[in-house]
T-cell receptor, first 111, second 120 residues
């Protein structure tokens, strides 16, 4: 059974800090790993990763995938209060074409 | 990116009634749509995969007679919660994708804004 585990489940830091969120997975036929940010409504897309070792970057956010060790990290530098959200990691199974989500990491940025 | 809408955004109903939630892809054709449920402080759980013109595929533990899914066109899927009970109160989210790769790249699922269902 496909499985996605995120850590930590909750994280509280001060504005300006750098955070690293972790996602490990087990999937039968890996297609892609995705990161989403969820505030009060539905998740918004951040990154899709398919290849190992290639960093994806968007502003202060970056992510990388290790397909050998089966994990990904999401980095946020110079955090701001607007970064407070639940960050979800999901893995897509190529055969099933469905997303399996991790439990999420609840990130709180204090001013 | 592509836009997916859901209607209604929130609904309150009495126990025993049925509620229909619509999911529309606004600027692309979605041959596949997914329905998720999210309880407070929990992650998204896939309920079913809906393919246009065929029966939905339900995840283990999801009652297909209770959660009726119809995907009659390439831009619309509906989820009907039949005989709703308070334990069905949740945040229901749909997502849509066109499984054909676009410009040689894999494309992600696009999520709707969600529907918050409260059953009294």
């Amino acid at each position: 059974e496909d499985k996605v585990v995120q850590s930590p489940l909750s994280l509280v830091v001060h504005e300006g800090d750098t955070v690293t969120l972790n996602c490990s997975y087990e999937v039968t036929n890996f297609r892609s790993l995705l990161w989403y940010k969820q505030e009060k409504k539905a998740p918004t897309f951040l990154f899709m990763l398919t290849s190992s070792g290639i960093e994806k970057k968007s502003g202060r956010l970056s992510s990388i995938l290790d397909k050998k060790e089966l994990f990904s990290i999401l980095n946020i530098t110079a955090t701001q209060t607007g970064d407070s959200a639940v960050y979800l990691c999901a893995v897509e199974d190529m055969g099933a074409q469905k997303l399996v989500f991790g439990q999420g990491t609840r990130l709180t940025i204090n001013p | 990116g592509a836009v997916v809408s859901q209607h209604p955004s929130w609904v309150i109903c009495k126990s025993g009634t049925s509620v229909k939630i619509e999911c529309r892809s606004l600027d692309f054709q979605a041959t596949t749509m997914f329905w998720y449920r999210q309880f407070p402080k929990q992650s998204l759980m896939l309920m079913a995969t809906s393919n246009e013109g065929s029966k939905a595929t339900y995840e283990q533990g999801v009652e297909k007679d209770k959660f009726l899914i119809n995907h009659a066109s390439l831009t619309l899927s509906t989820l009907t919660v039949t005989s709703a009970h308070p334990e069905d109160s949740s945040f229901y989210i749909c997502s849509a994708r066109d499984p054909v790769s676009w410009r040689g790249k894999l494309i992600e699922q696009f999520f709707g804004p969600g529907t918050r269902l409260t059953v009294l």
